[in-house]
């Protein structure tokens, strides 16, 4: 199984809502990332958590809140967000952390935010 | 801040022809190389990596990694349609800079 799954596909969201992004992967990765890719433009990174524990937090806003429960499962909490983060949110993992590993990508989620 | 550079294109070739994308890289400790695929609308493929100079070949794609000049390319052979695509080259920090840094990516389009 070398795939990385995303959940919802597509999310529509008001200003006032609370949503959450999954991401699930079952190849023993220890490092999953989220990166936020808008369009015509390189995916840009958010956070990275090296076996389960957040090594990486880009200066995203608090709106946005990484989760995870364990090493298969990540999570995007999204409370309050603005119109200008409506874009595509990538999931990836890579076995681990260390600068030579492959990134797997999910298909990601098209979020809207109205 | 680490910077990546690549052509963004649109760069159109003629089906069959060979693809020449390329990128430089400002971190001179870079160690891991690597392109990823993209198609409208969907999420960036692995289709290469490297991390020594010299050529790697894999099927039709060839990447090749100059450290001296900071350059590294990705060669199409016999290019098909199916490769219009955007192409991302992404590249690890030096040292304990595990961030990969996209490049913002080369739109390819090969005409039938």
């Known amino acids: 199984d070398t795939e990385v799954t995303q959940t919802p596909k597509h999310l529509v969201m008001g200003m006032t809502n609370k949503k959450s992004l999954k991401c699930e992967q079952h190849?023993?990765?220890?490092?999953m990332y989220w990166y936020k890719q808008k369009a015509k433009k390189p995916p840009e990174l958010m956070f990275v958590?090296?076996?389960?524990?957040?090594?990486i937090n880009e200066s995203v806003p608090s709106r946005f809140s990484p989760e995870c429960p364990n090493s298969s499962l990540l999570n995007l909490h999204l409370h309050a967000l603005q119109p200008e983060d409506s874009a595509l949110y990538l999931c990836?993992?890579?076995?681990?952390?260390?600068?030579?590993?492959?990134?797997?990508f999910g298909s990601g989620t098209q979020l809207s935010v109205l | 801040q680490k910077e990546v550079e690549q052509n963004s294109g649109p760069l159109s070739v003629p089906e069959g022809a060979i693809a020449s994308l390329n990128c430089t890289y400002s971190?001179?400790?870079?160690?891991?190389f690597f392109w990823y695929r993209q198609y409208s609308g969907k999420s960036p493929e692995l289709i290469m990596f490297?991390?020594?100079?010299g050529d790697k070949e894999d099927g039709r794609f060839i990447a090749q990694l100059n450290k001296a000049s900071q350059y590294v390319s990705l060669l199409i052979r016999d290019s098909q349609p199916s490769d219009s695509a955007t192409y991302l080259c992404?590249?690890?920090?030096?040292?304990?800079?595990?961030?990969?840094?996209f490049g913002k990516g080369t739109l390819l389009t090969v005409n039938p």
């Open positions: 990836a993992s890579s076995r681990t952390f260390v600068g030579d590993e492959k990134l797997f």
């Open positions: 190849m023993g990765h220890r490092a």
């Open positions: 958590y090296s076996y389960e524990k957040l090594s």
């Open positions: 971190d001179r400790g870079s160690q891991s």
């Open positions: 490297i991390y020594s100079n």
């Open positions: 992404a590249v690890t920090g030096g040292g304990s800079n595990y961030k990969l840094t």
